[in-house]
């Protein structure tokens, strides 16, 4: 089963959950603006994924490209988990 959490910066605390679960990680570095390269990315590994995490992320300049990822992940009907602070939903997987 192929697990997207979308692109994470380097510094976030996502990426290092997601670097400790395992999980593969799309990433941009910290405190830099989610690049065409990075998103074209991450979008070709959303339609090889089989379930999307998502979190209540705070939308900003830096990486406001997840949400057309998400849009996406709708738009292909993909299985999408959301996660907030209950890590219980994390066991769907």
Known sequence: MMLLLAILHKNDADYFIAEAM????????????????????????????????????????????NLKLIEEAKNLKKRMIFYEDDISVLKEI
């Open 22 to 65: 395992g999980v593969k990680i799309i990433e941009e570095e910290a405190y830099k603006k989610i690049s065409k390269e990075t998103f074209e990315e991450a979008l070709k590994e959303l339609k090889n994924s089989d379930v999307v995490v998502y979190t209540d992320f705070p939308i900003g300049e830096m990486n406001e490209l």
